[in-house]
C-alpha cells in the first residue's frame, strides 16, 4: 500500500468505552491519507477487539499492536510500527469534531518546515474539555487557555502531538523508566532543542478524571508531579506508582498516600539534600510564577463570558515584564521556597484533619 500521509498513534489500555468514538471521528476525517496504531498494554476488556474490527471493515487503515504496559512503552512501539514520515500522538479518550482537523495541521505543519527549513518543530492542537453539556468551570477554563500557549509545562498528550518521524528519533523518544510524565518528558526535551507551534484547530478530550477525582485535588498533584519532574527527583516517581495505581479506577482521588511518601522520602535525606530539594523546588515555583498572572486574565474573562487570547493578557504581561527579572536570583528562590514549604505543611495538616468520611 502507498506510505500513509500520517501516522496516528493512540496508546491504549482498557478503554473500550472511549476508543471507538475517537475511531468513529477517524474515519471521518478528510483530506489526507492516514494510518492508525492502536498500541495496546495488555487491556483484559474489548479495546483491541474492537479496534480490530475497524479495521477489519475497511473504515480505517490501521493495527492493534499488544505489547508490555506503559504509555512510554506502548508510545515508542507504536512509532517503531509507523509507515507515515509523520507521528501524530493522540489519547484514546480524545475527540475530533471538525471532519478536517488532520488535514489542516499536516498542511501547517508541512509549510512550516518550508519555511524554517528544519524539522526540529512540533505542533500540539488548543484543548477543550467535555465537562457536562453547557456547563462552565473556572478550572477547565484555565486549562483550556493555558493548553493554548507554547511555553515550557504547557503541553501533553492530551493536546496530541504532531512532529516528524526523524525528529522524534532525533530527541530520543518516550521516556519508558517513568510511570507517568512520559509526554512532559518529550515536550521538554522538544522546547530546550526545537520549537512548539499551535495548530489550527482543537481536540475535545474527557474530563472524567478531574470529575471524578475532584479537579482540586488533581490539580494539586499535578503540580507536585510537575515539580518534581522539573527537578530531577525521580525517586518520587520510582516509589509512586504502587500509590498512584490507587487511582486506576475512576473514584475520588486520595492526596495522603503522595503527601505522606513526599515527607517520608524527605525524611530519610540528609539536612543538606533536603534543602538542595526545597531550593530547587522554590526556583521552580518561581519560574511558573507567570501562571499567577494567566488565572487572574482568565478569572476575569470568566467573569465576563469571553475567550481570551493570552498572548493580550494584561497580568500575563505584566509578570513577564516585571516580575521575572526581579525575582530571578537568590533571594527570590529562596523566599519562593519557605512559601512552599509552608504550602506543603498546610496541605499535610488539610488533608490529615479532614474526616474520612469525605
Not at 504496559?69 to 509507515?83: D, E, F, I, K
Not at 475520588?252 to 530547587?280: C, D, N, S
Not at 525575582?327 to 479532614?354: C, E, K, P, S, Y
Request: aromatic share 10%; net charge neutral; with cysteine.
Amino acid at each position: 500500500m502507498p506510505k500513509p500521509d500520517l501516522s496516528i498513534i493512540i496508546p491504549a489500555l482498557n478503554e473500550e468505552e472511549v476508543l471507538p468514538l475517537l475511531l468513529g471521528d477517524l474515519v471521518s476525517q478528510q483530506g489526507l491519507s492516514f494510518e492508525v496504531i492502536v498500541s495496546d498494554g495488555g487491556s483484559v476488556d474489548a479495546t483491541c477487539s474492537l479496534a480490530r474490527d475497524f479495521f477489519a471493515s475497511g473504515r480505517l487503515r490501521g493495527v492493534c499492536h499488544v505489547g508490555p504496559s506503559g504509555r512510554g512503552r506502548q508510545l515508542n512501539a507504536g512509532a517503531l510500527a509507523a509507515n507515515s514520515d509523520w507521528l501524530l500522538f493522540l489519547h484514546a479518550d480524545s475527540r475530533l469534531g471538525d471532519t478536517n482537523l488532520l488535514q489542516k495541521a499536516h498542511g501547517f505543519m508541512l509549510s512550516q518546515h518550508r519555511q524554517k527549513a528544519s524539522d526540529a518543530v512540533a505542533g500540539h492542537f488548543s484543548l477543550r474539555f467535555d465537562s457536562a453539556a453547557g456547563e462552565r468551570h473556572f478550572g477547565f477554563f484555565y486549562y483550556e487557555t493555558k493548553a493554548s500557549l507554547s511555553r515550557s509545562g504547557t503541553i501533553n498528550g492530551d493536546q496530541g502531538m504532531l512532529l516528524t518521524k526523524s525528529y522524534f528519533d532525533k530527541v530520543g523518544l518516550f521516556r519508558e523508566d517513568l510511570q507517568v510524565m512520559e509526554d512532559t518528558a518529550l515536550a521538554d526535551k522538544i522546547c530546550a532543542t526545537g520549537q512548539w507551534l499551535l495548530l489550527p484547530g482543537e481536540v475535545v478530550t474527557s474530563a472524567r478524571r478531574f470529575q471524578v477525582e475532584g479537579l482540586k485535588a488533581r490539580q494539586t498533584l499535578n503540580a507536585l508531579m510537575m515539580n518534581f519532574h522539573a527537578i530531577g527527583w525521580l525517586e518520587f516517581f520510582v516509589k509512586a506508582p504502587d500509590v498512584y495505581r490507587q487511582q486506576d479506577r475512576a473514584q475520588p482521588l486520595q492526596l495522603l498516600p503522595f503527601l505522606q511518601l513526599v515527607r517520608t522520602l524527605l525524611g530519610e535525606m540528609t539536612i543538606r539534600r533536603r534543602w538542595g530539594i526545597w531550593m530547587a523546588t522554590g526556583g521552580y515555583v518561581r519560574s511558573q510564577a507567570w501562571q499567577l498572572g494567566l488565572a487572574l486574565d482568565c478569572h476575569k474573562a470568566f467573569r465576563e463570558g469571553i475567550d481570551l487570547e493570552p498572548s493580550a493578557g494584561r497580568w500575563l504581561k505584566w509578570f513577564d515584564r516585571w516580575f521575572e527579572p526581579l525575582t530571578n536570583h537568590w533571594i527570590g528562590r529562596t523566599l519562593t521556597a519557605l512559601l512552599v514549604r509552608i504550602w506543603f505543611a498546610w496541605q499535610l495538616r488539610i488533608v490529615f484533619d479532614r474526616p474520612s468520611d469525605e
